[in-house]
């Protein structure tokens, strides 16, 4: 049994440490959280061991009533791997002390690509993984894109592919650095390309990138351009078939992201998760060598098999196919279709 | 056993149908559904029967592959009671159906009080319900309403009460209809005031309404003058036990909709429901004789025990407090906290 | 002077009568509106003459106390040229009562384009409109549109242009039809690479969409494959160059459209419309013969010039140039800078 | 001629600058803005003098290419009153510069109260505000009620007054700091009540807010008990006779803020502001002593007038009436009907 920690108990922590408990080969030790919130008080009441950052909060967790089981170092103490999901930056601090105490780390795709030996996305790059100590699971628009550009990449090779990322603004827990009534570009070429090059080292893209004021889903209009003449059939059939992404039909109602919220409030799965790609089926385009598609990305919930088979992999678990298998399994993940 | 089918497997429907396969008294014969869509089609493959509302639907669902075991019609030789989640007004018209077949039915608030003979909240009129043929559930907003002004009348009577309904504009699983960067008030009193006198008769209230751009909750500010003077802590007090209400602290973080969103999926209910009326602790606040307070009211969930209640009720179960406790323990609704 | 009736007075038909009363060689008759509700008191208080588009209508004026002068055949007794700002179909609809009596007529995008002998974009095809009867001045997307490929186009020929479209999901002013927290594509091809094609017939586009809650702009993002290398400063230069387009900074605090909303605020300008493209001057990116740009198109004013060379066209005016040059002072268009 | 400087050119700096232009017995002296973007460029086209805050932002005002005309300090030295608009906070900072150097200074509803000698509201206050160094204008939402509940309380004796505010969350031009698909509550009794009674000592009142993700209006439910029964006419009638209120009707086509904007729009003023209160007609509802109302408050205008009075009464300028007189003929401020 590989024995994981989790140290963030955010968006992703809370979702990776869900799934650990879920798998045959690993055990949650414990997680680490700041606030004693909610949250933290639920996580508590169905088991999950917490410990805190650091002696600072012990206050603060004992006037909330909420158990804790020590400091951050204590969980180390009890730890094969770590996977940090802390905020933006606090990642690459935390590699400092995971190397002083030789404890192999996954880190998240919000952290510089050097925090982690690799940029890892399973299907595309899981033998490179093998046996290091440090990873760094892309972000989720990164992912997203990884699996369906490597996927058609793969059978169909990609001359050129050109990127436009709707994303939303903020994610439906948060209450605050929303915008409204606004479309807020980001300019320049946006960083999505650079991040996916740290995984498909030699694909040509380019992504541009707004945000705008939704808190479900990243849409992804893309356009590639194949080294050869393509059939609308055979690139439907070849998703159908590919791992973590799912062909989904406006013919079953499914024409907006609303729809998408509700299909996944259907399937009842935790936290209302989608950890598959979803392709409309309805978008797929192709003209002459010119493929178009758009996808939607549940931005919570897409990176954590990732986070999962990353485990596996610098555990030194060599067999890919049967991790990504385990994993799919333990959460119910489809490649094909949802009902 | 008490054999149910539910007509009409839209936001209610389809909780109501779920529900009813939890209760150890009932039994889901089969739902009544116009479109084959993907929440069909997931309902098929958990095993729910599905029947067509008529015959002219026959190649729609033949043409989705999706399997349904008959006409309304034939649903109806093999129920006791029907619960109508029909779109408003169709309710009123299928009555005369059930009427006309001796059958039992709960129908939904969107319907014309005249619907049914008794309009239904559970814990205020479950004995005036005993063995009617015709129910009313009656609306969120309404239900919300009822249970609390219910629960504090009859503890601190009454003078007068004043609401404000801030509305969500469309559900989460909406693409039409919905308003963007707009405040919609609907003019004149409300019309909950006079639908809650349906069922708390003797109430002395007021209430106004306004429709926003978000698609989770109705938010509740409730304005109360008691005949007597009222202490906080009581009321808080009162409202930690009765039935189906939780008082909630932004202590906890659960300082806005957004939170409480998030709650529900921490929560782990079946598609993020909240059956329990939401009381902000923070905003309880007593002056003299006034007491204010506010609420959330997760639309889509909170009629959901009601609508269970209701079958008991119609079905001649003389024990109310057995039902509800049926009910809430099948459901998981808890009655003072959370965590 | 050219004598103009405008038929409907809704969010086009307003802002084209205004910009009539603006030009030298035009004078306003009046307008047909259907409903007397604010904006035609204000309208009324300013001096527009307001004609019902017939006689059933009479009673709600009259109970409204608000003063017209007749029908629209009256006011079609008294044009030379009537521009028709109908909701979509209506126009088509209309035609025929124009083309019996011989009337000059000007309809909007929203049309079918068969209901103009040409699709109309000024500084694209403005000789190719001379004299006729019937002119379509195509919709807000398609003129943005058409103005920047068609300046790009004429100095480096466009081999290949995909453009995706964020669309606001409805105006400022309308409080139904809405979505919220949602993206809603428009599957297949979008229809604008198809309505483009009317006015600019050889270029190879393919277009794509998606609404979303926004009121105010689309976001166009614009690839384009030239058939030489480009120099993104050439670029710069052309597009500052072109008529009825600016070029705008994020240094100037111009990074969203909310920003570019308050800038048409300070602007001063009636309704606050802004007439020009809008072009990021940061999204502007070249890569070998490729050239990726971001513009923002106000919805509800792009098309006002147009509609106002459109009357000077089929009137018989033959000079584009300075029809387009009256048009533009009149109403304070740059083509260069705003500040 | 009273010499006028504005400190801070955002929301309410900007307005107040342009009002000023417009008053006979007041010159604009210049305005201070510490970022050279696009409002201080259209600024500076229209000939409005700017001033820095200090020699450090020299570089950035010459790369920008912005013309200034020296510090804060030098403008202080021309001028007799100082409105100071600078965000929450610095205004109590900048108090000591202008005491040190004798200069009348207006403050604005962001600042602590104790920032002026008094809390002013022109048509409740404008006397006690004769001659003082230092006023508070109060805040829109204050300010909004203030006229309201004083015109009422005047003829109609408020016994007690309970409002709910629907707040904006943030302002149009705003692209951070928002939220989507959200309320968020203000726990407690908000702030507004107490402000309010830094401008109306005496009256019995409470106030709740939630905001809520829109960027234009605040929206106020009032309810008012009265010592003596009211009849819903009389109301109207006092309403439509006080300054600076407008009683508007959904019969008109304006059932929804988003109407309210567009009417804005029609009227033509600079940057579509709404100095007045706009009562709706329709929700105006008188049940015994119970008087119902709601009210939305254009956020960024709606002070303006005041601050325009303010500068009179720092100055001396004795007479009330032809102060609030000449101010609402400058701005076109209507007191009883737009059209």
Not at 55 to 70: F, P
Not at 158 to 179: S, Y
Request: glycine residues 8%; hydrophobic residues 40%; neutral net charge.
């Amino acid at each position: 049994m590989i024995r994981v920690g989790v140290v963030g108990y955010g968006t992703i922590g809370k979702r990776v440490a869900n799934a650990i408990t879920k798998q045959p080969d690993m055990v949650l030790v414990g997680v680490v959280k700041r606030s004693p919130d909610y949250s933290a008080k639920i996580g508590i009441s169905r088991g999950i061991r917490f410990f805190i950052p650091h002696e600072e909060l012990v206050d603060a967790w004992n006037r909330a009533g909420a158990r804790y089981y020590g400091t951050l170092d204590d969980l180390l103490q009890e730890c094969d791997v770590i996977v940090d999901a802390t905020p933006k930056g606090i990642g690459m601090k935390n590699r400092v002390i995971y190397e002083s105490k030789g404890i192999k780390a996954i880190f998240q795709g919000g952290e510089h690509p050097n925090v982690g030996e690799v940029s890892f996305v399973a299907q595309v790059n899981y033998e490179s993984a093998l046996g290091k100590q440090f990873l760094r699971v892309v972000s989720c628009n990164t992912t997203g894109l990884a699996r369906v550009l490597h996927a058609i990449n793969q059978q169909y090779p990609i001359e050129k592919a050109i990127v436009f990322l709707v994303r939303r603004a903020i994610d439906p827990n948060q209450d605050t650095n929303g915008i409204i009534d606004c479309v807020a570009p980001s300019f320049g070429v946006s960083h999505h390309a650079e991040d996916l090059k740290t995984v498909l080292k030699d694909i040509n893209i380019v992504t541009f990138a707004v945000r705008i004021p939704v808190t479900h889903f990243h849409v992804h209009m893309i356009s590639i351009k194949l080294k050869e003449t393509v059939d609308r059939r055979e690139i439907i059939d070849l998703l159908e078939e590919s791992r973590r992404i799912v062909v989904l039909s406006s013919r079953d109602g499914l024409g907006s992201t609303a729809k998408l919220l509700d299909l996944s409030r259907e399937l009842g799965r935790p936290r209302f998760d989608i950890y598959e790609n979803l392709v409309w089926l309805d978008s797929i385009y192709a003209e002459g060598k010119w493929l178009h598609l758009m996808q939607a990305i549940h931005q919570e919930a897409i990176v954590i098999p990732e986070n999962i088979d990353a485990i596996r992999a610098v555990s030194g678990f060599t067999d890919a196919l049967t991790s990504m298998n385990l994993t799919d399994s333990s959460l119910s993940i489809v490649s094909t279709r949802f009902y």
